[in-house]
């Protein structure tokens, strides 16, 4: 199961710049999560959880936004959506082709935190 690496290097990589924030509690990490970056979602939320175990993210969500395979469609001149992964060519139009402009993203969108800093 990959996704318990993925999790641990997500861990590893929030808890270092939570370090360089300072004194706050996170509540929650945001991640992107394209449809074609090859994570299942409920191994990875699993896997989150027991990433965090004795660490700076304890006790913290992991919310996903899910997005949807984008192609930059030769016809519509825009970026649209797939009909399915099974059928690789714009929604809209039918036409095949198009250079994929979004589906295999896997990062940090935000990090949700409490401020614990004293005095201010």
Do not use: W
């Not at 641990?8 to 449809?35: D, F, M, N």
């Not at 989150?48 to 997005?67: D, F, K, P, W």
């Not at 970026?79 to 139009?93: D, H, K, N, T």
């Amino acid at each position: 199961m990959h996704e318990l690496s993925i999790a641990i290097s997500l861990v590893e990589a929030v808890q270092e710049e939570l370090v360089k924030l300072g004194p706050v509690r996170p509540l929650a990490v945001h991640l992107q999560l394209g449809q074609l970056a090859g994570v299942v979602r409920d191994a990875l939320e699993f896997s989150y959880e027991i990433a965090c175990q004795n660490t700076l993210l304890a006790g913290s969500r992991l919310i996903i936004e899910e997005l949807p395979i984008l192609v930059d469609c030769p016809v519509c001149g825009v970026p649209r959506e797939i009909v399915s992964l099974q059928e690789f060519r714009c929604a809209v139009c039918g036409s095949t082709g198009g250079k994929l402009v979004q589906g295999r993203e896997l990062q940090v969108a935000a990090l949700e935190i409490e401020d614990n800093k004293s005095g201010t």
